[in-house]
């Protein structure tokens, strides 16, 4: 549920944003979204004992997804609250590590 919660942030932030280009919306969506990813398959990388690979692969993913709202500088406001853009992929980042399970995380079995 909070996953969902969060995904309807990001659109309505996308969207609810001063239009300065394409490239400030893509940076909306895609930034948090990169960083809900990098939580989630770090985490899951957890489950199956991949420390290493899973903090690296978390870091490459989120740092996409940072760097793209620093380049863009991506930030909203809400009833005269200011939220920075890397405030907002954090967020994301937690949440998406929180919220991923072991069950999100198996890998499902080939029959050859």
Known sequence: MLNFIYFVIIIVAAIAAPSNGVLFFISGILGPLLAWGAGA???GMFFHGRYIAG???GLVT????F???YYTQ???F?????LEG???LLIGLIIG???ATAEHAEAPTRSI
């Open 78 to 82: 809400i009833a005269d609250y200011h």
């Open 86 to 88: 890397w405030m907002f």
């Open 62 to 65: 989120a740092g996409i997804g």
């Open 97 to 99: 590590f929180v919220s």
């Open 55 to 57: 903090l690296l692969m």
């Open 67 to 69: 760097g793209l709202v």
């Open 41 to 43: 398959g770090t985490r």
């Open 74 to 76: 991506y930030s909203w």
